[in-house]
């Protein structure tokens, strides 16, 4: 092969490999653009799907039941809204106040930062002005029904009409108002704060999905709502423990590491029927062993927790729904139940009695 032919075979070859080398090119942008265009595409999907909830995702069955809540209202917006729920009461315009919580939260995304309190009064005013309904609430911010339901799920059982007596023994008088409980009873000291999602590392590693509150030994647990008992007993993780399952059975009540020895009143069982107020239990720091009747735990505290159940598969499983309910401890402190000592016992019990009034 001369000189020439070779050149000319050369050209040639460099020309075949430039065009592969161009189709190549050209075959990797095309592929960078479709990633980019997959990109903006499940952007915009999730843009679609949290917008309104605070950059979270709205996760629901095929049949529309929520597997998640994350309940973010603070104290001040839950004293608030409760405000204006009891102050309406009975009035034309009674503001019920979990739909005004789910209004707010539908407009800012279930966050209630500085201006909530602010907002929750805009909101009430425009009701009592008939300027705003609800119902056209629900129609024109697109999570508003989500979060009526989630709240509903969280709150539906906590205020309503009761009968308490006002004296030991006394005769009933009906009210309206909060008629759930504080977990502790009155003048037993505790501290707490927001513990929810912490790590916790007995048995495998895992989030605290409750709220521990630290105080005495012997320290009277009281039933936040009126329920039956759907557990009591030992637990390796949380010791004697009592589950109260709300009437609804929306809300499923967790009391845990109760005092060793004489951990729960003792006429409750399973089944048994309870009324808010109620002593159901006593403080301990029972648990973190499959012995049973241990004190495993550091501190003498009581675990409290709150799980939703929107659908019963839910229930002793993956997809369990406990929601952080430190604003709500802090709320349900406006209702705190008087014990007295019973003598020659172990015991304590309330001193005034409550009915609930069911709601029609």
Same mark, same amino acid.
């Given at each position: 092969?001369?000189?020439?032919?070779?050149?000319?075979?050369?050209? #040639?070859?460099?020309?075949?490999?430039?065009?592969?080398?161009?189709?190549?090119?050209?075959?990797?942008?095309?592929?960078?653009?479709?990633?980019?265009?997959?990109?903006?595409?499940?952007?915009?999907?999730?843009?679609?799907?949290?917008?309104?909830?605070?950059?979270?995702?709205?996760?629901?069955?095929?049949? =529309?039941?929520?597997?998640?809540?994350?309940?973010?209202?603070?104290?001040?917006?839950?004293?608030?809204?409760?405000?204006?729920?009891?102050?309406?009461?009975?009035?034309?315009?009674?503001?019920?106040?979990?739909?005004?919580?789910?209004? #707010?939260?539908?407009?800012?995304?279930?966050?209630?930062?500085?201006?909530?309190?602010?907002?929750?009064?805009?909101?009430?005013?425009?009701?009592?002005?008939?300027?705003?309904?609800?119902?056209?609430?629900?129609?024109?911010?697109?999570?508003?029904?989500?979060?009526?339901?989630?709240?509903?799920?969280?709150?539906? =059982?906590?205020?309503?009409?009761?009968?308490?007596?006002?004296?030991?023994?006394?005769?009933?008088?009906?009210?309206?108002?909060?008629?759930?409980?504080?977990?502790?009873?009155?003048?037993?000291?505790?501290?707490?704060?927001?513990?929810?999602?912490?790590?916790?590392?007995?048995?495998?590693?895992?989030? +605290?999905?409750? +709220?521990?509150?630290?105080?005495?030994?012997?320290?009277?647990?009281?039933?936040?709502?009126?329920?039956?008992?759907?557990?009591?007993?030992?637990?390796?993780?949380? $010791?004697?423990?009592?589950?109260?399952?709300?009437?609804?059975?929306?809300?499923?009540?967790?009391?845990?590491?109760?005092?060793?020895?004489?951990?729960?009143?003792?006429?409750?069982?399973?089944?048994?029927?309870?009324?808010?107020?109620?002593?159901? $239990?006593?403080?301990?720091?029972?648990?973190?062993?499959?012995?049973?009747?241990?004190?495993?735990?550091?501190?003498?505290?009581?675990?409290?927790?709150?799980?939703?159940?929107?659908?019963?598969?839910?229930?002793?499983?993956? +997809?369990?729904?406990?929601?952080?309910?430190?604003?709500?401890?802090?709320?349900?402190?406006?209702?705190?139940?008087?014990?007295?000592?019973?003598?020659?016992?172990?015991?304590?019990?309330? #001193?005034?009695?409550?009915?609930?009034?069911? +709601?029609?």
């Amino acid at each position: 092969m001369n000189g020439k032919e070779w050149q000319g075979r050369r050209s #040639v070859m460099n020309m075949i490999s430039a065009g592969r080398k161009t189709w190549c090119q050209r075959i990797k942008a095309a592929a960078i653009i479709l990633e980019g265009v997959i990109l903006l595409m499940a952007a915009f999907l999730l843009w679609e799907n949290t917008a309104g909830t605070g950059g979270k995702t709205v996760t629901a069955t095929s049949d =529309g039941t929520i597997r998640w809540v994350d309940f973010n209202v603070s104290y001040e917006a839950l004293c608030k809204a409760y405000e204006g729920d009891v102050d309406t009461y009975g009035s034309e315009m009674h503001i019920d106040w979990i739909d005004l919580l789910s209004y #707010v939260a539908a407009k800012n995304g279930g966050e209630f930062g500085a201006t909530a309190v602010s907002e929750l009064n805009e909101a009430a005013e425009k009701v009592k002005n008939k300027e705003l309904t609800f119902d056209e609430a629900a129609e024109k911010l697109k999570y508003f029904s989500y979060y009526k339901e989630a709240y509903s799920a969280v709150l539906g =059982g906590l205020v309503g009409e009761y009968e308490i007596q006002e004296s030991e023994g006394g005769p009933y008088v009906k009210k309206y108002g909060l008629k759930a409980f504080s977990p502790i009873a009155k003048g037993f000291p505790y501290s707490d704060y927001d513990d929810f999602g912490v790590s916790r590392s007995y048995g495998y590693k895992r989030q +605290h999905l409750g +709220h521990d509150m630290m105080g005495q030994i012997g320290t009277p647990v009281i039933c936040i709502e009126t329920g039956y008992v759907e557990a009591l007993g030992w637990n390796q993780y949380g $010791g004697w423990r009592i589950g109260i399952r709300s009437f609804d059975k929306k809300r499923y009540y967790y009391y845990a590491h109760l005092r060793k020895n004489y951990p729960f009143q003792s006429n409750l069982k399973e089944g048994s029927a309870v009324q808010a107020g109620d002593v159901i $239990g006593y403080m301990g720091r029972t648990g973190y062993s499959s012995k049973e009747n241990t004190n495993n735990i550091e501190e003498s505290h009581l675990h409290f927790g709150l799980e939703l159940v929107f659908d019963e598969s839910q229930k002793e499983s993956d +997809h369990e729904i406990w929601i952080n309910c430190y604003e709500l401890v802090k709320f349900l402190q406006k209702n705190q139940c008087e014990t007295i000592k019973v003598d020659g016992t172990k015991e304590w019990r309330r #001193v005034y009695q409550t009915k609930d009034i069911p +709601h029609t």
